[in-house]
């Protein structure tokens, strides 16, 4: 079983999918992939909304 979060799924014109064996290791992924591509800051990966948003998009395969 594996977490994935497609970086499509939360509005932007990216093929980036994250992964990870848990939901950790997969927001980890997720996060340094948002800071370097789509710039965002760790203050913006804090907020909480944002933070449900993407737990809204993950998928369990
Ligand atoms: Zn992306």
Known sequence: MAYTL???DSGVDCPYVARGE???EMWKNASKHVKEVHGYTDKQLND????????????KT
């Open 48 to 59: 909480p909304k944002l933070k449900e948003k993407m737990k809204s998009l993950v998928k």
């Open 6 to 8: 497609a970086c499509r």
């Open 22 to 24: 848990t939901f950790e």
